[in-house]
């Protein structure tokens, strides 16, 4: 049912209520579902057995004067056709078949708009998602937050919110220096395994790639970042330490760039301590009368905020604990104008959030209590030939977003160009691991099986969507006809029980978007396309389109061309093709 709809039938409740309970002090609010049998109707309201008890009435008698007042005030035969009371008091709708038509041509009038809304108009949000350490290669759990945070981004902005995607670079600390001696020491001649070897050394081949890079004085840049030079110099750490996360940074672009996500900033860790806000926030906390010394540390008292115990700010070495830069980080985000912020990460930071909270509470800025807001994902096992694949020659000791990207296009990718010596076309591996990443719950665990990507068959639900979108192309391009003109057919004809299914899957669309913001789920977006190929696979094998008769044939080809369209609609949201032909 279409927005419009459903508000003109709110509208009609409204009316009907208001003689009903005038002289009380009620303020009925009414809702509107699904009827989860569909052979109830198309809409189901239950209002009379909210009533039924403050105005002391019988719910079914309610009911009844209700649907009266209702079906008087819709007019004959142009929204609602009948109305069925069932049980206590439900209030079971069916609409016009010209109702449920109206959804083909609103898709044809607002095209790629279908489904948007100015809800969020005005409103600035923050989703900050990857935020890998520059310390190696993206892993496949990095693959998990760039598809679910650009989905999620792409959520937001579909309803009118001004969003920020932001990648945060830890590019200080421990793993930091462990990046650069194992660089150094590779540098040097040594490798894993070698007596000489550092025992906390990153094993992975692009440590080599770096040395070897460092050692010939090459030129790296990051795709915000000023050019770094090597200067070759194998004593001097600092020298190799920027050169290797300028290296890694630029390594990590390349990656996202395959996977086709986008940031439109990224801030640097080592910003908040050379701009002092790491100290500013310190002193703020100090200042609040929330922290105390304990055995030479620095402690915050984030039990006063519902942590379950304190905790250490500043160590016994003067160093700061990890988490102090992550409250003044979101400090920053605050002062920067968000008021909405949601960080993708993985479900091994769930003991990070009471403390971050906790010390933006403690700074007395008026920040939320529930601020920032989190989605923690799980862990992603990738399957390969039937085995559980754990380790990658490049990374070392995980599985890398490239490797699966890589694996999921197939050995048979042609080449952008057609040129053997040219990239390979990695979109079908890009659109396989993007769709396959957002497919589930953020919550649970996930199974990537690489040989189930590759598949051209049912079982791929990436395949099964975009097979439809191509299904549809087919048939236009068999027609011939002029597609600009579909929007003005009558869409009469379109009375099959197949069509009334296809007909309301697409005038969900616009309600399964909302639902996936307020739930911050994109999965849903997932879920709903492989309803909707599933719809138009059976609707296609059921019906002929390009039949004799002039109007139904057209009415049929409206109907796909609608289609068409919210499966590239959706599928755009995801970023994923939606290609012609497969």
């Avoid at 379109?494 to 994109?522: C, I, N, V, W």
Wanted: proline content about 4%; charged content about 25%.
């Amino acid at each position: 049912m279409l927005a419009p709809q459903k508000q003109q039938i709110i509208d009609l409740f409204n009316a009907a209520l208001q003689p009903i309970i005038a002289g009380s002090e009620l303020q009925p609010t009414v809702t509107l579902e699904r009827p989860r049998d569909p052979s109830h109707g198309d809409v189901a309201c239950n209002i009379a057995m909210q009533l039924a008890k403050p105005l002391k009435k019988n719910p079914r008698e309610l009911a009844q004067a209700l649907v009266a007042a209702v079906m008087a005030g819709a007019g004959e035969g142009k929204l609602i056709e009948s109305a069925e009371i069932a049980g206590p008091g439900f209030i079971n709708l069916r609409l016009t078949a010209a109702a449920k038509q109206q959804v083909v041509k609103t898709v044809l009038q607002e095209a790629a708009e279908y489904g948007k809304s100015q809800l969020g108009a005005g409103k600035k949000v923050l989703v900050e998602f990857v935020s890998a350490n520059p310390t190696g290669p993206l892993h496949v759990g990095h693959g998990r937050q760039g598809a679910l945070g650009d989905a999620l981004s792409a959520l937001f902005e579909v309803q009118g919110f001004d969003v920020t995607r932001e990648f945060y670079y830890n590019d200080a600390g421990v793993q930091i220096a462990t990046l650069a001696t194992s660089v150094q020491a590779r540098a040097n001649g040594f490798k894993p395994g070698d007596a000489e070897w550092p025992e906390s050394a990153y094993n992975g081949d692009y440590i080599a790639d770096i040395a070897k890079d460092f050692l010939a004085g090459k030129t790296v840049a990051a795709s915000d970042g000023e050019p770094v030079t090597a200067s070759g110099d194998i004593s001097d750490i600092e020298s190799v330490r920027k050169f290797a996360v300028a290296y890694l940074r630029r390594e990590q672009d390349l990656d996202l760039q395959a996977f086709g996500v986008k940031f439109d900033n990224y801030y640097l860790e080592t910003s908040l301590y050379k701009d002092g806000k790491v100290n500013a926030t310190v002193h703020a906390l100090n200042a609040a009368g929330v922290t105390y010394e304990l055995d030479g540390a620095l402690w915050l008292r984030t039990t006063d905020y519902g942590d379950d115990k304190d905790r250490v700010m500043k160590k016994t070495d003067g160093t700061y604990t990890y988490f102090v830069p992550d409250v003044a980080y979101h400090v920053v985000k605050w002062q920067r104008g968000f008021g909405k912020v949601i960080n993708i990460q993985g479900s091994d930071h769930h003991g990070t959030i009471a403390r971050v909270r906790a010390g933006l509470q403690a700074v007395n800025l008026g920040i939320p209590q529930g601020y920032p807001d989190y989605v923690l994902h799980k862990m992603v096992t990738v399957m390969k030939n039937g085995e559980e694949v754990k380790i990658s020659k490049r990374a070392g000791s995980y599985v890398t977003l490239r490797d699966l990207i890589e694996w999921s296009a197939g050995e048979d990718s042609a080449a952008v160009d057609g040129a053997q010596d040219s990239p390979r076309d990695l979109t079908r591996g890009r659109d396989a691991v993007r769709f396959f990443l957002i497919s589930r719950k953020a919550d649970t665990e996930f199974v990537f099986d690489v040989d189930l990507a590759l598949a051209k068959s049912d079982e791929n639900p990436v395949y099964y969507v975009q097979y439809a979108h191509a299904r549809i192309c087919s048939v236009l391009a068999q027609w011939t006809g002029d597609e600009a003109g579909l929007g003005s057919v009558d869409l009469s004809p379109l009375t099959a029980p197949r069509e009334a299914s296809l007909l309301a899957k697409l005038a969900e669309y616009p309600d399964m978007l909302q639902h996936a913001l307020e739930e911050l789920g994109p999965h849903q977006v997932a879920f709903y396309l492989r309803d909707l190929a599933g719809e138009l696979h059976s609707y296609y094998n059921a019906e002929r389109v390009l039949v004799d008769d002039e109007a139904l044939k057209m009415a049929r080809l409206a109907l796909m061309y609608a289609t068409r369209q919210v499966l590239r609609n959706g599928l755009a949201l995801i970023g994923v093709s939606a290609p012609a032909r497969m």
